[in-house]
């Protein structure tokens, strides 16, 4: 006996594990990003900056995790290729020094890149009827919704 459910996560896994790999390879690239930007940050707001590099990478890195293993559940393959993670994140490394204020401004474009590949995630997930992939992903876009405000109001 065949659960209809469970016919409609089997087919949609390959695709939903394609875009799970991407906001994977996002997420690891981020989280790099973040913490390069905690070592090398300068200026008078130095310690804040410093922390909330520091509390963004932790949640990155926990949420790559959290990301990958669902990739493994679905029995896809969570790609921890840090040259095809590169390939296939369009959130790119800067690669000059920059001030605080490009910092923050380049984390923030991360942020909302990664918002926008959760909330496409989950809504391929929700097409094929996993709700706990679409959980997992509405989770983790609140999460970088939330960042994105802690570092849209450095600018203003
Ligand atoms: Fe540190």
């Not at 799970?20 to 804040?48: I, R």
């Not at 989770?139 to 450095?154: D, I, N, P, S, Y």
Request: glycine residues 6%.
């Amino acid at each position: 006996m065949t659960f209809a459910a469970e016919k409609l996560d089997t087919d949609g896994r390959p695709e939903i594990c394609a875009a799970l790999n991407t906001a994977l390879a996002e997420t690891a690239v981020s989280t790099m990003m973040a913490q390069n930007f905690h070592w090398n940050v300068t200026g008078m707001n130095f310690a804040p900056l410093h922390q909330m590099f520091q509390g963004i990478y932790e949640d990155h890195f926990a949420g790559q995790d959290d990301l990958a293993e669902r990739i493994k559940a679905l029995d896809g393959h969570a790609d921890g290729n840090l040259a095809r993670m590169l390939e296939r994140s369009s959130i790119v490394e800067p690669q000059v020094d920059m001030t605080s204020t490009d910092l923050i401004a380049t984390l923030l474009n991360a942020e909302e890149i990664l918002a926008a590949t959760l909330k496409a995630t989950g809504e391929i997930a929700a097409n094929y009827g996993d709700t706990i992939t679409e959980d997992l992903c509405i989770a983790r876009g609140q999460v970088h919704e939330k960042f994105a405000w802690m570092l849209r109001v450095h600018l203003r």
